[in-house]
């Protein structure tokens, strides 16, 4: 393997564990957009 | 005066309401939207399809079902008023 | 020594009526955008900014979510009435609040006002849409609604950002004040005094409850009283909620024995109350000719042409989103493809220069292309609502939804889920019955969100021929209005469905306003239109930008070495024997081959052949079939599968000719008959409007339910339904002779 490929290789790795965070990361999976809804506030009711 | 429900008002009618026929949650709502005894509402027209009816009261309009409307009770106002 | 307390910022709340503009009046004070909606109960989300007083402090301000009185009915008016009186505990009560009016309408937006007046909270009443009574033929006498109230009251026209300087003015004077009027002398509601009375019972029990808004406690008093439910949430202490449930129910016979109706007497008296102030400010000339919206009101909502100008808007939509949009997706088209050119020629031949060139820009440049259309689409959206339409299509749909067993109110995520799914799940919220509620999260992803426009769009110009039908109608335009309408088809009848069989519940009322028709206001449509466009792209400049890297990944390795050899030699014959064009063609021949040998070698192509079988009958190759794997994390990424394993060259034509030629032309290697026709086209569109697939819609279904079940539900209904559909229309197409 030369330097290019591991160069092509980790970028594959981090993008994976990237992806995989996205999707296990904030609200227990789901959107990787910016502007993601924040888990509705705790109401006292209802 | 006759009195009628809502729904059976037609066209271009213009009725006073007297008030509801049972006791549903959604005619208090109504009622905070200005549906009160003695309101003064003016049938638009009818959807499409029959259901739901435009009615206009205190200068705005609001679409009700025709079911719901069936509840509220309302006097034809006189002609010449 | 100075004694140096934390000055905290103050907190402004906006509330009104919904349609009254709130929003528009927040983003004028704190330059943030957001989406104006003509809706009741769209958002329950918390928006929040900051404004700088003409003195130079920083105000906090909240925009609460629009509401007809305090007396909550959802959601969002829980909210309302929470904040403002004090009892959420993760905010705090506000120091001032801006009512927000429809001026044209005051009498019934005064309702609320009058109810947040009586809670002692300092007050500016915001009197918007001033230039719609400027213009018409009746007049507010704003000096004496001040008087008569003890609030300042000033008009804006907040589209244009008129009277926004005087509001900030009033806002900084209100906060330098240090003796408000007191809450008892701005309104009167009239009510009789034996109820005032009867009312210091509930008054007794709430007092200590409300101890930041002593004022507030007779209104609450009031709309405690008039609650047939209920539903507040002083009941939920048991000891208080029963005592306070007693003295209620008291009231109530008492009331009833002194001819006193208590399920009316504060809308009565209020409204009259409100009658009366308006007599002495509002002068109003009748006016005997119809206005411009009441004359497109006729049309629209008419019995026939109503019906006809909602199915032809409908199909001019449709037409422009594909056919406008070319152009500019054109031009896109060929400037990634000479991005990739360019790239090409920086980076040195090897795996880092096939990852840029066929992972990343194949992957992430195929969709961005279709950004001008998501635009379209977006902008047709906000169009809508900004001009009032939207409450009439729901106006002339109302009875469809009835039919299907659908609360009125689901007509707004249902439409946003056309978008996006996540938002429209979450605007479900609106929904009071469980059942109700739970059929439109569960139909919801049948409406073919726009992830899904750049798939249908690529495939109809690919396998869709580009003709007329009757000389007029534009059979590619057709074919996408008829999967929009075959969406929705799905839709309503797997809510009736669900509603008749294990849905069943009851049919809650709708009632909603028609706002007047506005001619739309392009700054805010097109911003609009942005806010929702800027979705698209942050999804393309994360999730897909990484996984594309992931599919090159599995597509290009493992590497054979083997075959590599092989086919090295096969060249080096080829050299030997051949020459010219001759040659050049060999080659061509031989690099096609290897490529599709590594493609079937690879971790891509196991598990694309690992599925297949699942997936033949419906006319599907193993290429789709990891395509549709991929299309779990976003749907938009078969596109880009497609591009990555067909190695696309540029040919100066575009990315997406270059990709759309690539799938013409594919040929099976073993049966060498053509892999996509038109009827795999159809087949696979079928199966993209009714497959469930994002991981992003599963987990907001899974929270909004709040159980695994309803979402593994809801994957194998949509999966089941998706299959039965695809494979109908392959078969079926099949056994037609279409092929």
Known sequence: MDNNEIIALSIVVLAALLALRCFLGKNGGGCCSKDCFKPKEPLAKK | MKTMTLDQMTLGERGIIQGYEGEEDLHYRLKELGLVRGTAVLVKRFAPLGDPMEIVLRGYSLSLRKQDAAKILVSRENQGL | ?739
């Open chain 3, 1 to 739: 020594m100075k004694n140096i307390t934390e000055k905290k910022n103050k907190e402004i709340a906006l509330v009104g009526n919904p349609n009254t503009g709130k929003t528009t009046i927040f983003n004028a004070l704190t330059g943030l955008r957001h989406s104006t909606a003509n809706y009741p109960g769209v958002t329950v989300e918390k928006k929040t900014g900051w404004m700088k007083l003409p003195g130079g402090e920083d105000v906090s301000v909240l925009d609460l979510p629009g509401a007809y009185s305090l007396l909550p009915r959802s959601l969002d008016e829980d909210i309302v009435h929470d904040v403002l009186l004090g009892v959420r505990c993760d905010t705090p009560p506000p120091d001032l609040v801006l009512v927000v009016l429809d001026a044209n309408n005051l009498e019934r937006n005064l309702y609320l006002a009058t109810q947040v007046l009586e809670t002692g909270i300092p007050v500016i009443l915001v009197l918007n849409m001033w230039d719609m009574v400027r213009k018409s033929s009746a007049s507010v006498d704003l000096e004496k609604l001040q008087k008569l109230t003890g609030v300042p009251c000033v008009p804006t026209v907040g589209m244009e950002r008129e009277g926004i300087q005087k509001l900030e003015a009033a806002i900084a004077s209100v906060f330098m004040e240090t003796s408000p009027a007191p809450a008892n002398l701005r309104f009167d509601p009239f009510l009789p005094e034996i109820l005032k009375i009867e009312l210091d019972k509930i008054v007794v029990v709430i007092e200590n409850c409300l101890k930041d808004r002593p004022e507030a406690v007779f209104g609450e008093s009031l709309r405690l009283l008039s609650d047939r439910l209920f539903r507040s949430s002083f009941f939920e202490d048991v000891e208080i909620g029963n005592l306070l449930r007693t003295e209620i129910l008291s009231v109530r016979s008492s009331l009833k024995q002194r001819g006193i109706d208590w399920t009316s007497v504060e809308p009565e008296c209020r409204y009259t109350a409100i009658e009366h102030l308006c007599g002495q400010i509002i002068r109003r000339v009748p006016q005997k000719a119809l206005t411009f919206s009441e004359h497109l009101d006729r049309i629209l909502t008419h019995r026939i042409w109503g019906v006809v100008a909602f199915i032809a808007i409908m199909g001019i939509i449709f037409q422009s989103i594909f056919s406008w949009a070319q152009g500019p997706m054109n031009l896109l088209s060929r400037f990634i493809e000479k991005l990739g050119g360019l790239a090409q020629g920086w980076l040195p031949t090897g795996p880092l220069q096939s990852l840029v060139v066929d992972g990343i820009i194949a992957g992430v440049g195929n969709v961005i292309v279709f950004l001008p259309q998501i635009f379209l689409l977006f902008f047709f959206i906000a169009l809508f609502e900004d001009t009032g339409y939207m409450a009439r299509a729901v106006f002339v749909l109302d009875k469809l939804m009835k039919k299907v067993g659908l609360n009125g109110k689901a007509f707004l995520p249902l439409l946003s889920s056309f978008a996006c799914t996540v938002p429209g799940v979450l605007a479900t919220r609106t929904i009071e019955d469980r059942n109700d509620r739970l059929a439109t999260i569960l139909v919801a992803p049948l409406m073919s969100c726009s992830a899904r426009l750049p798939i249908y769009t690529l495939l109809i110009a690919a396998f869709i021929p580009n003709i007329h039908v009757f000389h007029v109608l534009h059979l590619q335009g057709l074919t996408l209005l008829g999967l929009y309408l075959m969406s929705i088809g799905a839709g309503l009848g797997v809510a009736a469905l669900f509603r008749k069989t294990f849905l069943k519940g009851n049919r809650m009322p709708f009632v909603f306003e028609l706002p007047p028709y506005r001619i739309p206001h392009l700054k805010t449509v097109l911003g609009t239109m942005w806010d929702r466009a800027k979705e698209f792209i942050t999804r393309a400049g994360s999730i897909i930008f990484l996984l594309s890297i992931v599919l090159w990944f599995l597509v290009s390795y493992p590497k054979d070495p083997v075959a590599a050899t092989k086919f090295s030699a096969a060249r080096q014959v080829a050299a030997k024997t051949c020459s010219g064009e001759v040659l050049q063609e060999r080659l061509g021949l031989i690099e096609h081959d290897e490529k599709n040998q590594q493609l079937r070698s690879s971790y891509a192509g196991s598990l694309g052949h690992a599925i297949e079988p699942a997936i033949r009958p419906l006319g599907f190759n193993w290429e789709i079939g990891i395509g549709i794997i991929a299309s779990f994390a976003a749907r938009e990424l078969l596109i880009s599968t497609l591009a990555i394993v067909h190695h696309v060259q540029p040919e100066g034509e575009g990315m997406t000719a270059g990709l759309i030629d690539a799938l013409q032309k594919q040929r099976s290697t073993e049966t060498g008959k053509l892999v996509y026709t038109p009827l795999v086209a159809l087949s696979l569109m079928v199966f993209y409007v009714l497959a469930c697939q994002c991981f992003s819609t599963f987990a907001i279904v899974k929270r909004e339910t709040g159980s695994w079940g309803w979402m593994f539900f809801m994957i194998f209904y949509m999966t089941g339904l998706a299959w039965g559909s695809s494979f109908l229309v392959y078969q079926g197409g099949r056994f037609l002779g279409f092929q």
